[in-house]
């Protein structure tokens, strides 16, 4: 089994990063535009992105710190794989500040899909694309405008 992590910085609190994962505009505005979600463990969130798309079983929710999800319905290659969203707030930063020196506080997002059975072409792709995604969160998050399905990059 092989898994998909990334880690970004977000120039804002852990609450208002975990609103964006957990409420149902806030996803449509980093993820896809085509979504229906309720913040409740248990629940099932389903995503479209052009007619398909995964549904994800809310799994765990801890505010402000974590976010679990388990592929219930979608692509082959994702069925029963694990999504979880780690957030931890910073002081400091890990790297210099390229264009300014703000004061506002700082998350470290750590997201992973774990248990995928191999790491082939369209492991490459999702990693490819979650990475895409996930700059599009802190993007919402830090200006107000994401870049949600179908406003993605195709890549």
Sequence with gaps: MTDI??????????DAIYKALTEQEGLSQWW???????PEVGS???????GGGPNMEIMELEPARRVRWRCVDGPDDWQKTEFTFDLEEISGRS?????KVSDAPRTVLRFAQKG?????DFFAHCNSKWAFFLIGLKKF??????MPYPDDLKI
């Design 5 to 14: 992590m990334h880690r970004i910085e977000i120039e804002a609190a852990p």
């Design 32 to 38: 896809t535009r085509d979504v229906t979600a309720r």
């Design 44 to 50: 099932v969130a389903e995503f479209r992105f052009g």
């Design 95 to 99: 790297e210099p500040p390229l264009d």
């Design 116 to 120: 995928w059975q191999e790491a082939g």
């Design 141 to 146: 998050i830090e200006t107000g405008k994401g």
